[in-house]
């Protein structure tokens, strides 16, 4: 089955700019996260959903916002960019099951502010 | 507060050799324990979890881990390492109160590379 797809792979964009990163969950699993990995703070949690409403959210200011639809894609949102945003974004798609819960990442968006 | 340490951040083994990497935690509910690898520029794969139950827990790629409650430790090991297993390795804790949407907590990582 297809897995996590992240959409786009690489962006660049301009300090003050906005952006927009998506992501197709595993067919089935209802829930979204999305985590920032960065080579001084490593992999932090930015927020998750859930059947279209926001369950959790990370410590991050509120440029950084999300949305899930009702086919489960969810989209993340950062605006007014700082060069502190370049990162790459991984969203996770995870659903229950007696073994517990799995958690399948995407391959990630690598996002440069310049 | 809650944390995850890999007090490793880089460790050099030689193919064939058996491979350790070290993961503390401290987590206040019952813990759920990760372990992804990541190549460069990819995303993460799992290797391994623990849920419950058998505290040696077997994953892919010939890799296994064992929780230990009383120290607080989910380690992972590989008995021969192979040139393909270089990458960076994560361990993670998650809870177990909620079925799905918990919010993970990462180590910084342990860069594994092999010589040959």
């Known amino acids: 089955k297809a897995g996590v797809t992240q959409t786009p792979r690489y962006l660049i964009k301009t300090r003050g700019q906005q952006v927009t990163l998506s992501c197709s969950p595993i067919s089935g699993h209802r829930s979204v996260s999305w985590y920032q990995q960065t080579p001084g703070q490593g992999l932090q949690f930015l927020f998750e959903?859930?059947?279209?409403?926001?369950?959790n959210k990370g410590n991050f200011p509120g440029r950084f916002s999300g949305r899930q639809f009702s086919n489960s894609r969810s989209e993340m949102n950062v605006s007014t960019l700082e060069l502190g945003d370049s990162a790459l974004y991984l969203c996770?798609?995870?659903?229950?099951?007696?073994?517990?819960?799995?958690?399948?990442f995407g391959s990630g968006t690598r996002l440069t502010v310049v | 507060a809650q944390s995850v340490t890999q007090p490793d951040i880089h460790i050099t083994v030689s193919e064939g050799a058996s491979l350790e990497l070290r993961c503390n935690y401290s987590?206040?509910?019952?813990?759920?324990l990760f372990w992804y690898v990541q190549s460069p520029g990819q995303g993460l794969q799992l290797l391994l979890k623990y849920f419950s139950g058998d505290t040696l827990v077997q994953g892919i790629k010939g890799f296994e881990a064992e929780f230990k409650r009383s120290q607080s430790s989910f380690n992972l090991r590989k008995p021969s390492v192979h040139w393909s297993d270089a990458a960076e390795y994560f361990c993670a804790v998650g809870s177990m109160a909620n079925q799905a949407g918990t919010a993970l907590i990462f180590g910084k990582g342990t860069t594994l590379s092999v010589s040959s």
């Open positions: 959903y859930f059947s279209e409403t926001q369950r």
């Open positions: 996770a798609s995870s659903v229950y099951r007696d073994t517990g819960y799995g958690y399948t």
């Open positions: 987590y206040g509910a019952t813990p759920y």
